[in-house]
């Protein structure tokens, strides 16, 4: 499984545009995404962090914790968004 992950806003400033990862087992969900992503470095671990309010689309479609991840997708983790 090949797999787009995009950052944006605090999650960019921290982890850079983009990564590209490849080899994965599938299927997998948002939630077993963001944990292989904890592991790839301590800035990732910071970021990406349990219990820290983390949005994430998958091909440009907002997705939750269960949502599964097909091969080949982009995903994008952001934090929330506030307007005032």
């Known amino acids: 499984m090949n797999l787009t992950i995009r950052y944006f806003a605090s999650l960019r400033e921290a982890l850079g ?3 590209e990862l ?12 963001r944990e292989v992503l904890i592991q ?4 990732h671990a910071q970021a990406l962090q349990k219990g820290r309010a983390v949005r994430c689309a998958v091909n440009q479609v907002m997705a939750s ?3 599964v991840v097909p091969d ?7 934090p929330p968004v506030t307007g005032g």
């Open 72 to 78: 080949g997708a982009e995903v994008a983790f952001f």
């Open 65 to 67: 914790e269960d949502g």
């Open 40 to 43: 790839c470095s301590p800035a």
């Open 17 to 19: 545009e983009r990564q």
């Open 22 to 33: 490849q080899g994965l087992s599938a299927p997998l969900t948002v939630a077993q995404l």
